[in-house]
């Protein structure tokens, strides 16, 4: 079969366009919470002290290598970790692909999603749990279980996956999947709507599951990543409205009566403070600041 030439040029330029379309960098970034990963119920999972931690570091990496598998098949190109569950270093890091950046420690400015930039495509949320004011959901919490009763972002309750949906959307990244119990996959949905969700464990309590295997969950995960990745752009960023109000609800009275003896925050209950920031970068920094400040604090 002979080609004309005009219909040969066409050819040829479809398959460059090809070639560079496959050449074209695909970001991805993932935040790796703990709570959320299968088979996790109580803090013998959660912590160095716990006898089962060990273990579940290595489940946590295992879905994480899960995810990244299921970013790579769906073309991603480069891929940044961030270890966002605690103390932020339970990833075990010798086990993930030499081209994989891992951000670990804390206290960071962004938190669970430090590292993203608006160079991103996408991205993921794996091991994730519900908020504070959930009354379902394994370990329900936002940002920490011992201090704080809830989070509101202009007036409406979240998890620290609206937080952090909305962080990336400040850069223009969409949130494409969400792994975690079925309370947490759900909150998620209900803000960011056609977010791929693995519900790999369902809720019996705040310390009981009915969950997948390991094995079983990652499989999942590795298929709902690729599937989020895929349709990105139906999907879009989260943006909140600016500029944000941040009431922070602590479980105790006093923090929040020292804290107001600055002047921008206010007091708006008996454990609530209220803070107004001009973007949600704002808002986290102030976060991690409450969390991490201490007068004693050591380098």
């Not at 009763?149 to 998890?159: C, D, E, Q």
């Not at 223009?172 to 803000?191: R, Y």
Request: hydrophobic share 50%; no cysteine; net charge neutral.
């Amino acid at each position: 079969m002979r080609f004309s030439p005009a219909l040969l040029t066409t050819f040829i330029a479809s398959v460059l366009a090809a070639g560079a379309a496959a050449q074209q960098p695909l970001k991805v970034f993932i935040s790796a919470d703990m709570e959320g990963v299968a088979g996790a119920v109580t803090p013998e999972q959660l912590g160095p002290t716990g006898f089962e931690y060990n273990r579940f570091r290595e489940f946590m990496t295992e879905e994480v290598l899960a995810a990244i598998e299921g970013a790579r098949a769906a073309g991603a190109t480069e891929i940044v970790v961030a270890d966002s569950h605690g103390n932020m270093q339970n990833l075990l890091i010798d086990r993930l692909p030499a081209d994989v950046t891992v951000v670990r420690g804390s206290p960071r400015p962004l938190s669970m999603m430090q590292g993203i930039d608006s160079t991103f495509a996408a991205a993921v949320f794996i091991g994730y749990h519900s908020a504070a004011t959930n009354q379902e959901g394994v370990r329900a919490h936002t940002m920490s279980s011992a201090r704080y009763a809830a989070v509101k972002l202009n007036g409406t309750p979240i998890a620290e996956s609206a937080m952090n949906a909305a962080i990336a959307g400040h850069f223009g990244v969409p949130i494409v999947m969400i792994s975690g119990d079925d309370a947490a996959v759900a909150e998620l949905q209900a803000v960011v709507p056609g977010v791929e969700g693995a519900v790999v464990k369902r809720a019996i309590g705040f310390h009981a599951a009915a969950t997948m295997t390991p094995e079983a969950a990652r499989a999942l995960i590795r298929d709902r990543v690729r599937a989020g990745i895929a349709k990105r752009a139906e999907i879009g960023p989260r943006r909140v409205q600016t500029p944000v109000r941040m009431e922070l609800t602590f479980k105790n009275y006093r923090p929040a009566e020292i804290l107001a003896y600055l002047p921008i925050v206010e007091r708006a209950a008996d454990r609530t403070i209220a803070y107004t920031a001009p973007t949600i970068l704002d808002i986290s920094r102030f976060l991690v600041f409450v969390g991490a400040f201490s007068a004693d604090i050591d380098p």
